[in-house]
């Protein structure tokens, strides 16, 4: 039976997949010029901030609670990582649905902060998309 491990591990080096027993068994991120998915959303969503003050300045045009926006940042993010998981699993894992689910409730208040929506009409969205979140997990489970 030794010998059986002993081939096995033999066979296991000869794979380029092979990782020493010494190092971690977490994946090391190795980077060759080519970036992870999301990497670049906060780039451009700080471009399109500065593009849209460069836009105030420039027209006049007043956007209340500016600030605002930056909560899509993090929104934004999570739909990316929503996606990525979906694009390498091929379905919505509960990662997956816990990204989306984050990006919603964030981009519900950022919405609701950018149009001074009322926050009466705004609290049952948050209820709706809790729901929807609990349904997914009991269906895609």
Request: net charge neutral; with cysteine.
């Amino acid at each position: 039976m030794s010998d059986d491990i002993d081939s096995l591990k033999e066979a296991e080096k000869a794979n380029n997949d092979y990782i020493p027993e010494n190092e971690s068994n977490h994946k090391r991120h190795v980077r060759h010029g080519c970036y992870n998915q999301t990497d670049w959303l906060p780039g451009v969503i700080l471009i399109t901030v500065g593009v849209l003050f460069l836009f105030t300045n420039l027209t006049g045009f007043h956007l209340n609670n500016w600030w605002a926006l930056f909560i899509l940042i993090p929104a934004v993010k999570n739909f990316g990582s929503a996606w990525s998981s979906y694009q390498r699993h091929g379905r919505l894992t509960h990662s997956a649905r816990g990204s989306l689910t984050g990006g919603l409730i964030l981009s519900l208040v950022a919405s609701a902060f950018l149009f001074s929506l009322d926050w009466g009409l705004v609290w049952p969205f948050f209820l709706i998309i809790g729901g929807i979140s609990a349904l997914f997990s009991g269906w895609f489970s």
